[in-house]
């Protein structure tokens, strides 16, 4: 088992343009969360996908969207891209309140 | 509304000391807490939390509902403890909620 697996690693974008992060769960697992954690910061919660609903959701605007597939895997789609989302976002899936298993992230910067 | 403050953004101890990572959070109800360690160049794994009361590599951790702490605790550090420590709170169906985490160095 690979564990919670994300793409790409890394990502340079244009302020203004759109990006997409991909996260495969954990074998098992059902649900996804995903994470911003910018510079000197931990990770603050954006939302969290189960039977391919977004069942909760942190303090972040609409440009941050997401999906999650049949197979559990899910994206995070975001918007307009600002400076300010320069971060390491990361995913963590769990089988329904269990304990969560985290991905490396995707470092995206945005110039 | 729930919140997880780590006071010390960095803690540097020589090897064989004890250490102690602080942690407290704000929540009225009963929390599960826990403590999240990233190793250098590795993803975030959970450490221990506060339910199961296990000791693992060494690190113990006693949740104090008086104090609202849940503080990390080793008697002797060893380098390979060199990481970042996070301390998180979940309420209840809730999503984790971090501190900003401490950075242990252990020196030789």
């Known amino acids: 088992d690979a564990g919670v697996t994300q793409s790409p690693t890394h990502l340079i974008k244009t302020r203004g343009q759109q990006v997409t992060l991909r996260c495969s769960p954990k074998?098992?697992?059902?649900?996804v969360s995903w994470y911003q954690q910018a510079l000197g910061q931990g990770p603050q919660f954006i939302f969290q996908?189960?039977?391919?609903?977004?069942?909760q959701r942190g303090n972040f605007p609409d440009r941050f969207s997401g999906h999650q597939f049949p197979n559990y895997s899910s994206e995070l789609n975001v918007n307009a891209l600002l400076l300010g989302d320069s971060a390491l976002y990361l995913c963590?899936?769990?089988?329904?309140?269990?304990?969560?298993?985290f991905g490396q992230g995707t470092r995206l910067t945005v110039v | 509304a729930q919140r997880v403050t780590q006071p010390e953004k960095l803690l540097s101890v020589f090897k064989g000391a004890p250490v102690e990572l602080k942690c407290n959070y704000s929540?009225?109800?009963?929390?599960?807490l826990f403590w999240y360690v990233q190793y250098s160049r590795q993803r975030l794994q959970l450490l221990l939390r506060?339910?199961s009361r296990e000791s693992i590599k060494g690190f113990t951790a006693d949740l104090n509902k008086g104090e609202t702490s849940f503080h990390l605790k080793k008697p002797f550090a060893q380098e390979e403890d060199s990481a970042m420590y996070y301390c998180?709170?979940?309420?209840?169906?809730?999503?984790?909620?971090f501190g900003k985490g401490t950075r242990l160095s252990v020196i030789a």
């Open positions: 963590a899936s769990s089988l329904r309140g269990s304990e969560a298993f």
């Open positions: 074998s098992g697992h059902d649900t």
């Open positions: 996908y189960y039977e391919e609903e977004e069942r």
């Open positions: 929540y009225s109800g009963s929390p599960e």
């Open positions: 506060h339910i």
């Open positions: 998180a709170l979940r309420a209840g169906n809730t999503p984790l909620v």
